[in-house]
């Protein structure tokens, strides 16, 4: 996803990771796939293979600034995610003009957090998340939250934050336990293949109740984050007619409606 323009200071950002044995993980595909779910959360169907066309949709951040929502909506965007948070330390300050435009202007709207495991914990940035406007209600236009958990951007020799497959992965049912608490919905993972098969040492903790959004931004989705079985948003592109990346629904208009309804 897109990098904010502000970065924390040196005070706020990261330890650098102790140097250990890893390998490079690179962005790789990105894919929100099987939703089943618990409370409010719902398994979508698997995608109809027809030619209907599927939904188009976007991800946004603080480089979007001001977006003309009226613009997007004439271009065909249906739906959107926009970031609200980083870690503890950052929140987008155009969030709530961006979230609510798109509301505005008719479009399926949720909030995603940039997940920075090694700096606090999963709960901690979960609740700063909520605090921020990363919720979700069931009033059928907003989509479930999700979380970004891809390779670090502020240490390239250490992909996986110099954190173990199984931390990482309590890591991530931290930050989930306490979205559920607060909003009744499993939270959307994005990630792509390379890092999570990598990373979480292939965990198949979180593909019976959690979507699964991936960026596969090169011809079909090859192999998946361990445990989906099916993509449920593919961003398929880092630019294109609509602001931000380019994402698409994996299945029918009344699908993403329920999807969102919950």
Request: hydrophobic share 35%.
């Amino acid at each position: 996803m897109a990098r904010d323009r502000n970065r924390p200071s040196a005070a706020q950002r990261p330890a650098s990771p102790p140097r250990r044995s890893r390998r490079r993980l690179a962005a790789g595909a990105l894919v929100l796939g099987t939703l089943a779910g618990t409370l409010c959360t719902a398994l979508p169907a698997a995608p109809a293979a027809s030619a209907a066309v599927k939904p188009a949709g976007h991800d946004v951040s603080s480089h979007q600034g001001n977006v003309n929502w009226g613009d997007v909506r004439a271009k065909g965007g249906r739906f959107v995610y926009v970031k609200a948070t980083e870690s503890t330390w950052y929140r987008n300050p155009y969030f709530p003009r961006q979230y609510r435009g798109a509301r505005k202007a008719g479009l399926l709207r949720g909030a995603y957090h940039f997940g920075v495991p090694n700096a606090s914990s999963g709960r901690a940035q979960a609740r700063h998340f909520l605090r921020s406007g990363g919720g979700w209600r069931a009033d059928g236009r907003t989509l479930p939250p999700a979380l970004d958990i891809e390779h670090n951007p502020y240490d390239r020799e250490h992909a996986c934050y110099g954190m173990s497959g199984t931390a990482l992965v309590r890591w991530i049912k931290a930050f989930s336990n306490e979205v559920l608490r607060q909003t009744g919905r499993r939270p959307v993972i994005y990630t792509t293949a390379r890092w999570w098969n990598g990373c979480t040492g292939g965990s198949r903790a979180f593909a019976a109740t959690h979507p699964l959004w991936l960026a596969h931004w090169h011809g079909t989705p090859g192999k998946l984050p361990a445990g989906w079985a099916y993509p449920s948003i593919r961003q398929r592109a880092g630019s294109g007619a609509l602001p931000g990346d380019q994402n698409t629904w994996n299945g029918t208009a009344a699908q993403l409606r329920r999807f969102a309804r919950g």
